[in-house]
């Protein structure tokens, strides 16, 4: 099974501020990568698949890049509505889906 | 627009089953697998598998093999996850999603949870 791994566990950040969130695969999956955000006692929401591509009604601010093994999610202009948990999930060689063990982004 | 609504929270015993309901509306279901993940106490996403199409073509992680079986009923836009023999560590919520394949798999929209609790 391909594991993915994310840095960092938490990180603290003010308004305004921009962010990057990586997530390495165990081996190549290409571009095929997703990223998910996560609430507290919500159901996740898809923010970009494909590595890069945003999701309808996702705000620009959010970008993703990558290929290979090596994926970050930015956040441009953090906005209070970001602080949430971050998920990468693969789906280059599904089943099984793997997804990272998250990123928390709390607000300084 | 699409949605997908889960069942209530359920309380079981060890050894017991539970059957967990995704309806879902706002778009073709016979169209799009449904994929199931569930997540422990403050822990992260764990896949437990998915059902691909109206044939019923399922696939199921490893961990679950077994013990879960994913069905889905066409006539009523419903995804349905039975979890056998339950264990403390069963404890969780349950997630369904859209599955929309393509260029990349991905889950997109994810039902409210359900809320599962097995305890003695």
């Known amino acids: 099974d391909i594991q993915m791994t994310q840095s960092p566990s938490s990180l603290s950040a003010s308004v305004g501020d921009r962010v990057t969130i990586t997530c390495r695969a165990s081996q190549t999956i290409y571009t095929y990568l997703n990223w998910y955000q996560q609430k507290p006692g919500k159901a996740p929401n898809l923010l970009i698949y494909?590595?890069?591509t945003l999701e309808s009604g996702v705000p620009s601010r959010f970008s993703g890049s990558g290929s290979g093994t090596d994926f970050t999610l930015t956040i441009s202009n953090v906005q209070p509505e970001d602080f949430a948990t971050y998920y990468c999930q693969q789906s280059y060689s599904s089943p099984p889906v793997t997804f990272g063990q998250g990123t928390r982004l709390e607000i300084k | 627009q699409v949605q997908l609504v889960q069942s209530g929270a359920e309380v079981k015993k060890p050894g017991a089953s539970v059957k967990v309901s995704c309806k879902g509306s706002?778009?073709?279901?016979?169209?799009?697998?449904i994929t199931w993940v569930r997540q422990a106490p403050g822990q992260g996403l764990e896949w437990m598998g998915w059902?691909?199409?109206?044939?019923?073509?399922?696939k199921y992680a490893e961990k679950f093999q077994g013990r879960v079986t994913m069905t889905t009923d066409t006539s009523t836009s419903t995804a349905y996850m039975e979890l056998r023999s339950l264990r403390p560590d069963d404890t969780a919520v349950y997630f369904c999603a859209r599955l929309v394949t393509g260029i990349s798999a991905r889950f997109d929209p994810w039902g409210q949870g359900t809320l599962v609790s097995v305890s003695s």
């Open positions: 059902i691909t199409d109206n044939n019923g073509n399922t």
């Open positions: 494909a590595t890069s």
């Open positions: 706002g778009y073709s279901f016979m169209r799009f697998g």
